[in-house]
C-alpha cells in the first residue's frame, strides 16, 4: 500500500507564489516518475508538469517558465513551486507517482488533492 499526501495549497492573489509538496510513503521499493496534475472545475485533468527518477522534466506550455518541479528522492518527495500565479491556475492540484513496490509491482497512484485558488 503506498499513499501521497500532498500540502502547500491555498488562496493566493494574481501574481503570488505557492509551493505544493507531495510526499510517498509505504511499501516503496523505487519511484519512477512523478507528476502534477490539476483539475478545473468543468474540465478534464491535465497534466502542469512530470519528473522522472533521472530528474528528466516535462511541462505544459501554459506553465512554461513559471513553474518548476523537482524532487528528493531520499525523502521519496516532489515539489511544485509556481510562481506569477494567474487565476487561470485555480484548480485541484494533485500528485502522482508511479511506483514499484516492495513486492516489485508497478501501479500509478494519486494522491488526494490539493486546492489552488488564485484570486483578488
Known amino acids: 500500500q503506498v499513499q501521497l499526501v500532498e500540502s502547500g495549497g491555498g488562496l493566493v492573489q494574481p501574481g503570488g507564489s505557492l509551493r505544493l509538496s507531495c510526499v510517498a510513503s509505504?511499501?516503496?521499493?523505487?519511484?519512477?516518475?512523478m507528476a502534477w496534475y490539476r483539475q478545473a472545475p468543468g474540465k478534464q485533468r491535465e497534466l502542469v508538469q512530470g519528473?522522472?527518477?533521472?530528474?528528466?522534466?516535462n511541462t505544459a506550455d501554459s506553465v512554461k517558465g513559471r513553474f518548476t518541479i523537482s524532487r528528493d528522492n531520499a525523502r521519496n518527495t516532489v515539489y511544485l513551486q509556481m510562481n506569477s500565479l494567474k487565476p487561470e491556475d485555480t484548480a485541484v492540484y494533485y500528485c502522482?507517482?508511479?511506483?514499484?513496490?516492495?513486492?516489485?509491482?508497478?501501479?500509478?497512484?494519486w494522491g488526494q488533492g490539493t486546492q489552488v485558488t488564485v484570486s483578488s
Open positions: 502522482f507517482a508511479n511506483v514499484v513496490t516492495l513486492s516489485r509491482y508497478t501501479a500509478a497512484y
Open positions: 509505504g511499501s516503496i521499493f523505487r519511484i519512477n516518475a
Open positions: 519528473i522522472t527518477n533521472a530528474n528528466s522534466t
